[in-house]
């Protein structure tokens, strides 16, 4: 009998390169099961409801919370982001890996609500690239770069929570590394 395969958490800091990581693995991997949050904040352009995230009311949100429809969830900038239970659940009784990308707060509450999943941190090769990458996006005002910068240097000293720790450096092969850690080949 094969094992059920474990939960893995992907988190790290702001501007690490997760999306950009779990979109190239899931590219050479498609039978990954990335978790679609929901969330509170407004679609970007491009961004499709039930793809991308799924876009819920302030209201909508507070019910996922009060029935337990949550695995995880945290704010951040004024809008609320959270990963619902059953689909998790479902896929990884149906057998399938299953990845959440998440912040530390996420990772911290799915470490106590599910101790045996696999929490892997994606750290930047330096502090001077972290910095980079985030102004260099061009996405935001100075002051929510300044709030995702200060966030960052919370999430580096929190790496030692984490079960395992990946450098991204490059992205196909971090990929690889998150691969083998889930077991996928």
Do not use: C
């Amino acid at each position: 009998m094969t094992e059920r395969p474990r939960l893995t958490v992907l988190s790290g800091p702001s501007g690490v390169g997760k999306s950009t990581v779990v979109a190239h693995m899931r590219t050479v991997h498609p039978e990954v099961w990335l978790s679609v949050s929901a969330t509170t904040r407004k679609p970007r352009p491009g961004e499709r409801n039930g793809v991308h995230y799924f876009f819920v009311s302030d209201e909508e949100f507070d019910r996922l919370v009060a029935d337990g429809e949550l695995l995880e969830w945290a704010e951040f900038s004024g809008n609320r982001y959270g990963t619902p239970r059953k689909a998790v659940l479902d896929r990884l009784e149906a057998g399938e890996p299953v990845l959440l990308e998440i912040d530390l707060q996420g990772a911290r509450l799915v470490r106590s609500s599910m101790p045996e999943a696999q929490l892997v941190f994606l750290a930047p090769p330096s502090w001077e690239e972290l910095v980079r990458r985030l102004t260099g996006r061009g996405t935001e005002p100075p002051e929510v770069i300044a709030q995702r910068l200060d966030a960052a240097k919370v999430e580096l000293a929190s790496e030692s929570e984490f079960d395992t720790t990946l450098v991204n450096t490059s992205v196909e092969d971090v990929a690889g590394e998150l691969l083998a850690l889930m077991k996928v080949s």
